[in-house]
């Protein structure tokens, strides 16, 4: 599943989840949350994975797994911190 965030019409976040093909497991999942930089801190990224969670609490996760370039401070705290 996938989410956009608009604001003013314009995209500003973006979350999604989803199962990878060479590593499955059904109850693994891989979660993507990114944000524009413009809007970063406002609550839109917790905002779409705690909706993530929601959407995935009917398959019982046992594992989350993200990507995050080594460059976003905040997205490795935003990381951490979930």
Known sequence: ????VEQNGAAVGVGEF????????PNKF???V????SVVGQG???AMY???LHTLAPHDPISLR???REDR?????????R
């Open 34 to 37: 990114q944000v524009a930089p």
């Open 44 to 46: 839109m990224g917790s």
């Open 1 to 4: 599943a996938k989410w956009v």
């Open 73 to 81: 401070e905040r997205g490795h705290q935003f990381a951490l911190s």
């Open 50 to 52: 705690e909706e993530i």
């Open 18 to 25: 989803f199962q990878d093909i060479w590593q499955y497991h």
């Open 66 to 68: 993200c990507k995050v």
């Open 30 to 32: 891989v979660v993507d």
